[in-house]
Every structure is written in C-alpha cells, then in structure tokens.
C-alpha cells in the first residue's frame, strides 16, 4: 500500500502563484507516473498534469504555459506549480500515481485550489 500526502492547496487571487506537493510513501511501479487530476464542482475529474519516473510529461491543454510539473525520484514526491491563476482553475486537486495516468493505484486526499477574481 502506498500513501499520497499532499499539501500546498489554498485561496489566491487570479494571476497568482501556488505551488502543490504529493509524496509517497514509498517507491515501486506504482508510482511510475504521478501527477494531478483536479474536480470542479458538478464537474468531472480531468487530468492537470502527469510525469513519469524518466521525465516524461503531459498536460491538460487548459493548463499549458502555466503550470508545470516535476518530480524528485529521491523522495518519491512530485510537485505541481501552478502560475497565472484563473478563477476556472478552482478546483479539489488529487494527487494520484499508479503505471500510468489512465492506470491508477493510488489517490491523496484531495487539496482545494481557490482563485478569487
């Protein structure tokens, strides 16, 4: 069993700055990719942004430009920074990893991301 623990959520205005984390709690192939699903309220959850262990990344075409992500092999956590806020970024981020992005193990909790206009 692998644990997702996440932190960095928070409220910001449009065109700031946050930054998310996800550690786990150990190494293996379920955590060959990592990376971000968030959920709108009366939405779906969609795919932000995913890595895999080489480096290897893909992102929501919404996000592109903004956000970036990466990941420290080391300390298993991959990290999730977000620039240029928009009030349509609101969402619950889930941390997730598993083989890969459409093969999921594992979630965190979930980390609220608010972008006040």
């Known amino acids: 069993q692998v644990q997702l623990v996440e932190s960095g959520g928070g409220l910001v205005q449009t065109g700031g700055s946050l930054r998310l984390s996800c550690a786990a709690s150990?190494?293996?192939?379920?955590?060959?990719?990592m990376g971000w699903y968030r959920q709108a309220p009366g939405k779906q959850r969609e795919l932000v942004a995913a890595i895999t262990r080489g480096g290897s990344t893909n992102y929501a075409d919404s996000v592109k430009g903004r956000f970036t992500i990466s990941r420290d092999n080391a300390k298993n956590t991959v990290y999730l920074r977000m620039n240029s806020l928009k009030p349509e970024d609101t969402a619950v981020y889930y941390c997730f990893s598993g083989i890969r992005a459409d093969l999921i193990h594992y979630w965190g909790q979930g980390t609220q991301v608010t972008v006040s206009s």
């Open positions: 150990k190494s293996g192939f379920s955590i060959n990719a």
